[in-house]
């Protein structure tokens, strides 16, 4: 290790700390190899490194082969991108005397965030794929790119350096299962994991021990225990499958980025160097050849597109705004830092919605638009791109504080923005977002022919009804479907929706808008939101979690603009009602009751005040203990075992009763009619259950999925 941080603090083309080098030296299986790819040459002071040009930047990598139990899974776009109930770490490039280093900081709340954040990675990740057959039989053939991260915590827990990986996660988590055995579960893959990285128990550290010293003790006790099986499991005369486990797990090829320049002439801002040079290679990759979902591609796309407008500088819009815009849209920026981004003489409120309003008005400012659009058609090599196409790469950027949140509906909120969002022709022009509590005080402007409190309420509102799932991109089916199934008057663009709610004479529209971003929460759903029904009805348990919010529909006669029937109880909002208030002329006109089939007028169709039971059992709840602060992933790992157990013992039980009946005889049965008759209703409910939520979990089972393909084949 002392040879690989001597070597590396004496390159003149590196520029890491020594904790920085010991953990690669720490990782590397060959210090002395690594010290030779170090060690200046004739022909190179910087050594025979490997050497990458990138946009911006030029990365220098070592290649080597490193311990698994020594790194950790990195923040990608394909992971960063999903529903996940754990956050990922804050974010941070890292700099020395003004020059990029070839690191970044990982700010974590504290080490337990750390433990679960490493298991809802690598149990997610083998959810979706695994290379468990490839890897027993040829090892991992294809380098984990990798670098140096520091790992710190906000609750004051001392800070460590390690290394983690950028692009092959999905190896390395294979990596993983192959070492927990065959049958393993994802989640006792992860677990294994996460014990060897970081020791059984949650503590820090003993007393007096540093944390970046006690965590590599830690990783070497585990893989001398493995050492020792290995030796035990080789020696028998035919080595059973623990030998390959071990053997084709314990190192992992690497390349090691330990270097970055940056190239004369770049605009970005010296921390973000290095971290942007590395996701352009991954990039390369992910959005050209081996391609991550559309979510993580668009996110990739207009961040990549918003660097390379800072780099280019033609932008009439300062770089130090743009830098606070990139450090917003990409969640490294929280929402509370609003007011000291944007100040003024009214400062926004530090909320995930403002966020949003900022993150929108700011990628959309006329000035950096089609700059934006020219940026993201030539990463993605396309020849042209639309308001739509550039709606759809803003989706998955507005949801990110409240992904986890809302995942039930975020499918059809992402389709909303690929379908116009609420990229109107005023909100794509020029105003600027108007700060306030409530959004109701804007309404009397906007209808005053106030542009900048329109394009706020425009945003704000639209927003709020997409990530709700109050407006969706309709399809042919949901004109004849009741309003309380998602049914829509007419049909048109999202964006058309948005913008006729938005006019300056649509009263109905302005407050439609203004009430849903004053209800809307970023930390639930709302009970009209989400609309899957499950065959049997199921009462919510009492004590069990708070009640979600609502939205209301609008009544402009009422003192407070909200609807009630006639028991005065106030009425739920459809998709229905908000595509009504858009244009009230043309749903009307859409609706004029005919003798094959009368459609009432949504105005007076009552709508009850009480939600249905399956709303209620659709809205993510807490199941656990209040005790177990565990995060949902995990605890759902734990159930998941119970519940296979269970129907596994049923099973048992019921082949030990058929072998039983015939000698019972038949003068009792072996189970009594009335048993029979309640395992029958329960075996029921619980296959109902299975298959509603296995229909969540597969997009290409869900009903509207395919009606929406199907609209698109036309």
Aim: aromatic share 6%.
């Amino acid at each position: 290790m002392q040879k690989v941080v001597a070597a590396g603090l004496a390159n003149p083309s590196t520029l890491l700390t020594e904790d920085a080098w010991r953990a690669v030296g720490r990782a590397a299986t060959d210090a002395e190899g690594v010290a030779v790819q170090l060690h200046p040459t004739r022909q190179d002071p910087g050594g025979v490194l490997m050497v990458e040009n990138v946009e911006g930047a030029t990365l220098r990598s070592l290649v080597t082969r490193v311990h698994l139990s020594e790194l950790l899974p990195g923040i990608q776009p394909r992971t960063g991108m999903e529903s996940s109930d754990v956050p990922d770490p804050q974010v941070q490039g890292v700099t020395k005397d003004g020059r990029p280093c070839a690191t970044v900081g990982y700010r974590f709340k504290d080490l337990t965030h750390l433990r679960q954040h490493v298991w809802q990675t690598i149990d997610g990740t083998l959810s979706l794929n695994n290379y468990v057959g490839s890897i027993l039989a040829r090892t991992i053939t294809r380098n984990l790119i990798a670098h140096p991260v520091e790992i710190s915590f906000e609750d004051g827990t001392d800070s460590f350096h390690t290394l983690v990986v950028r692009d092959g996660i999905t190896r390395l988590a294979s990596a993983w299962s192959v070492l927990a055995g065959p049958g393993a579960e994802t989640s006792e893959a992860a677990s294994l994991a996460v014990t060897a990285l970081f020791g059984k128990t949650e503590a820090p550290a003993p007393a007096g021990i540093p944390i970046g010293q006690h965590l590599p003790s830690v990783r070497d006790k585990w893989r001398q225990s493995l050492r020792e099986e290995y030796a035990r499991a080789i020696e028998v005369p035919e080595p059973g499958p623990r030998a390959a486990q071990i053997g084709q797990t314990f190192v992992a090829p690497a390349q090691i980025t330990v270097g970055v320049e940056g190239h004369p002439g770049h605009l970005l801002a010296a921390e973000d160097i290095f971290d942007d040079a590395i996701r352009s290679v991954l990039a390369s990759v992910h959005v050209e050849f081996k391609q991550w979902d559309d979510a993580a591609q668009n996110v990739e796309v207009i961040t990549r597109a918003l660097k390379r407008v800072i780099q280019l500088g033609n932008s009439l819009i300062p770089q130090d705004d743009l830098q606070a815009v990139y450090g917003l849209a990409i969640g490294r920026t929280p929402s509370a830092d609003l007011p000291e981004l944007f100040p003024g003489s009214t400062l926004p409120p530090g909320t995930p919605l403002w966020r949003s309003i900022y993150v929108i008005h700011a990628l959309t400012r006329p000035e950096l638009l089609e700059r934006l659009k020219d940026q993201a058609k030539a990463i993605k090599g396309g020849k042209r791109m639309g308001m739509k196409g550039f709606a759809d790469l803003l989706g998955p950027m507005v949801d990110l504080p409240w992904r986890s949140y809302k995942k039930y509906v975020s499918t059809q909120a992402r389709n909303a923005w690929a379908n116009g969002g609420v990229l109107t022709s005023d909100v794509v022009g020029e105003w600027d977002p108007v700060p306030t509590d409530d959004f109701t005080t804007l309404v009397a402007p906007a209808l005053a022919g106030d542009t900048n409190a329109r394009c706020t309420l425009a945003v704000a509102g639209g927003v709020a009804l997409i990530a709700d799932k109050l407006l969706t991109r309709n399809v042919g089916s949901a004109l004849n479907s009741p309003k309380e199934k998602g049914g829509v008057p007419f049909r048109a663009d999202v964006s058309l929706i948005i913008d006729g709610l938005s006019r300056q004479n649509n009263e109905l529209g302005l407050w439609t808008l203004a009430l849903a971003a004053n209800r809307f929460r970023s930390d639930a759903l709302p009970e009209n939101a989400v609309t899957l029904r499950n065959l049997t009805r199921k009462e919510k348990p009492e004590g069990e979690g708070g009640s979600p919010y609502i939205h209301f529909k609008v009544d402009l006669a009422s003192e407070d603009k909200i609807a009630r029937d006639a028991d005065g109880v106030p009425e739920l909002l459809y998709q229905w009602d908000v595509v009504w208030a858009a244009d009230p002329e043309r749903a009307r006109k859409s609706t004029q009751p005919s003798a094959a089939q009368p459609l009432p007028e949504p105005r007076t169709e009552p709508a009850g005040g009480t939600p249905d039971g399956a709303w209620a059992a659709a809205v993510p709840t807490p199941s656990a203990a209040p005790a177990d602060t565990r995060p949902a992933s995990q605890r759902a790992a734990d159930h998941r075992s119970v519940l296979r157990q269970s129907v596994t013992a049923a099973r048992d039980a019921m082949d030990r009763l058929h072998q039983l009946e015939p000698e019972v005889g038949g003068h009792t049965p072996v189970v009594s009619l009335t048993v029979l008759d309640e395992l029958h209703m329960q075996l029921i409910g619980l296959q109902t259950d299975i298959e509603n939520l296995r229909r969540r979990i597969t997009p290409e089972d869900d009903p509207e999925s395919e009606q929406e393909f199907a609209e698109e084949l036309g």
